[in-house]
C-alpha cells in the first residue's frame, strides 16, 4: 500500500512560483512512476509532468521551461516547481504514483492518488 498527500496549493500571483509537494508513504521500494496531473474547473485531468525511476523526467510541451519535478535527495517527497505561473495554471493539482509488485507470483500494476491541492493564479 501506498500513501499519498500532497501539499503547498495556495493563491500566487501572475508571474509567480509555487512549489507543489507529494509526500509518499508504504511500500515505497514499489514505486516505479510519480506524475503531477491538474484538473481545472470544466476540463479534463492533464499529465504536467512525470519522474521515472531513473530520474528522467518528462513534460508536455505548454508547461515545459516553467514546470520541473524532481525528488527530494535521500527521500521519498516528489515536487514540482512551477515558474511565470499564468491564470491558465489554475486548477488542482494531484499527484500519482504508480507501482509494480508481485502479487501471487503476477506482476501487478497499481496506481495511487492523493486528494489533491488547490493552486490559483488570479487574473
Known amino acids: 500500500q501506498i500513501q499519498v498527500v500532497e501539499s503547498g496549493g495556495g493563491l500566487v500571483p501572475a508571474g509567480g512560483s509555487r512549489r507543489l509537494s507529494c509526500a509518499v508513504s508504504?511500500?515505497?521500494?514499489?514505486?516505479?512512476?510519480v506524475a503531477w496531473y491538474r484538473q481545472a474547473p470544466g476540463k479534463q485531468r492533464e499529465a504536467v509532468a512525470s519522474i521515472a525511476i531513473s530520474n528522467r523526467d518528462y513534460y508536455p510541451d505548454h508547461v515545459k521551461g516553467r514546470f520541473t519535478i524532481f525528488r527530494e535527495k535521500g527521500g521519498s517527497t516528489v515536487y514540482l516547481q512551477m515558474n511565470s505561473l499564468t491564470p491558465d495554471d489554475t486548477a488542482v493539482y494531484y499527484c500519482?504514483?504508480?507501482?509494480?509488485?508481485?502479487?501471487?507470483?503476477?506482476?501487478?500494476?497499481?496506481?495511487?492518488w492523493g486528494q489533491g491541492t488547490q493552486v490559483t493564479v488570479p487574473s
Open positions: 500519482r504514483v504508480d507501482t509494480l509488485s508481485t502479487v501471487g507470483g503476477t506482476l501487478e500494476r497499481r496506481e495511487y
Open positions: 508504504g511500500n515505497i521500494e514499489d514505486i516505479s512512476v
